[in-house]
């Protein structure tokens, strides 16, 4: 063996050696979970089903609590309904942190009221609450616009007489038209090219950052940033949503009445004008575009989604379509909109809402969280900015609280007198302080939308019901269904 075969093997060793005593120690007492490798961490324990399916069998393993090192990061998971609520709510301040997902980082960075952090963060969803409150509940209720988005929804699907359609951008119009009036100031046209537009960017955003490969960017983000891939195309499509709102904001700047705010955009103008002189304000033009994009997506693609998945589920499920008729039928009947008090009158609509969204599981790892300084739990030491996935899939699929987990079944929120049922393992829109900031708006579109739906409608599908696939077409961040036909009948 040549001198410098043998130098060459020193360095090598000596390279390994040096990953290996250089690879983080975490400070602190982390929770148990399998031995990382240097560079890649927990590669080899990871599932090709994705992070959920990974994170499951390691579960198995380690209980409750556990950490992963996606990467070099040691992540800390908490599996199942106990050991979430007693993180996000029991020790709420010091589990509000904001986590990072790798794929939209380079546009969200550390702004708006979703991904922000500290004070900034605490602001700006003072803020975007108040606001949102003011313009949903003011001068016309959001019940009002949600009404009048289902009328023109219903007049949509008669004009289909029944053909097979796909319902996917016609639920994205009616919640992204509801967000829209409320930041925006206007609703937009069905028709309106530029709205499709960024309805599209929304819609293969979402399934782009629920992909297999945004996971693995996940994993190695330092190293894949510099490659060509799926994370490119999500910033690319995000990029171009912001050129619009910062369009928007420019119109809304010329326009602005003082005396007479239109909309979240024109609320936010002022308070940046009244703030200007204050050196730590966080009212500036990137925290707004960032807000308005957070609200934009989340307020369309979260609803949209679960009314998708709810009608898919209708489909395979008539019996239970037919049921929710019957309870409509009875309590509004079929010559006026269903209101909100209604909903009191309707337990068994209410407990198929609450099971579609149990059951669709929309964002099954939740969106990131990291301890805001050193945290004791049950027992570990979690160093000040450890990243926390509550894994919101293991409550909404808990055994404890769900008789049949896996199977979709409305008597999960039903007692034995037929009345609605809460459960504590019910968190859809997450807990805590960072929970869902549209929570209240998503609950009454659900609702008014679903049964404004049923009520003027029949379903019916071109495939037989036992066919009808429920496997999410994506699942990763979010899961997102299989596109699918449907028939609106006019009853």
């Not at 490798?37 to 209980?63: A, H, T, V």
């Not at 959001?142 to 016609?170: H, M, N, W």
């Not at 399934?207 to 994993?219: A, D, P, R, T, Y």
């Not at 929309?362 to 969106?367: A, E, F």
Request: aromatic residues 12%.
């Amino acid at each position: 063996m040549g001198p410098s075969v043998l130098l060459l093997l020193a360095l090598l060793v000596g390279f390994v050696l040096l990953l290996v005593r250089g690879y983080p120690k975490a400070r602190g007492h982390l929770p148990p979970g399998p031995r990382p490798l240097p560079l890649l961490g927990n590669l080899l324990q990871m599932d090709r089903g994705g992070f959920l399916n990974s994170f499951k069998r390691i579960r198995e393993k380690y209980g409750a609590v556990f950490t992963v090192h996606l990467g070099t990061r040691p992540v800390v998971m908490l599996y199942g309904t106990e050991a979430i609520r007693e993180a996000l709510v029991d020790q709420a301040e010091a589990f509000s942190g904001r986590g990072t997902i790798a794929v939209v980082e380079p546009i969200f960075r550390d702004y708006g009221v979703i991904f922000s952090n500290g004070e900034r963060w605490k602001v700006l969803r003072r803020f975007s609450l108040a606001t949102m409150r003011d313009f949903g509940m003011g001068k016309r209720s959001v019940e009002e616009r949600i009404q009048e988005e289902a009328r023109c929804l219903v007049e949509e699907f008669r004009k289909s007489q029944g053909a097979p359609l796909d319902p996917t951008f016609l639920f994205q119009c009616i919640t992204a038209n509801i967000i829209c009036s409320i930041v925006f100031g206007e609703r937009f046209d069905y028709k309106d090219r530029q709205f499709l537009r960024l309805l599209y960017l929304f819609y293969q955003s979402f399934s782009l950052i629920s992909s297999f490969s945004s996971q693995v960017f996940e994993l190695f983000s330092g190293f894949l940033k510099y490659f060509p891939g799926t994370h490119r195309q999500i910033s690319r499509n995000l990029q171009e949503i912001l050129d619009y709102i910062g369009q928007s904001v420019e119109k809304h700047q010329a326009t602005l009445d003082p005396s007479n705010p239109r909309d979240f955009i024109d609320t936010y103008l002022l308070r940046m004008e009244k703030e200007k002189s204050n050196q730590h304000m966080e009212f500036d033009h990137q925290n707004l575009l960032i807000s308005v994009l957070s609200l934009f997506f989340a307020g369309t693609e979260t609803s949209s989604t679960t009314l998708r998945y709810g009608f898919l589920l209708m489909l395979k499920y008539p019996h239970v379509a037919e049921k929710v008729q019957k309870e409509i039928d009875q309590v509004i009947g079929s010559h006026r909109l269903p209101t909100l008090e209604d909903r009191t009158k309707m337990p068994y609509t209410d407990a198929v809402i609450y099971e579609i969204q149990r059951f669709s599981d929309l964002v099954p790892i939740g969106v990131p969280h990291k301890v805001t300084k050193d945290t004791l739990f049950r027992g570990y030491l979690l160093p000040k900015n450890t990243e926390v996935y509550p894994i919101l899939s293991s409550a909404l699929h808990d055994p404890q609280y769900f008789e049949q987990p896996d199977t979709f079944n409305p008597d999960h929120f039903l007692d034995a007198n037929g009345a609605l049922k809460k459960s504590e393992a019910f968190m859809p829109f997450s807990l805590g302080k960072r929970i869902c900031l549209g929570e209240g708006i998503a609950r009454n579109e659900l609702f008014l939308f679903f049964t404004a739906i049923l009520q003027n409608f029949s379903l019916s599908s071109p495939m037989a019901a036992k066919d009808i696939d429920l496997t999410p077409k994506e699942s990763g961040f979010g899961k997102v269904p299989q596109t699918y036909q449907i028939c609106f009948l006019a009853r």
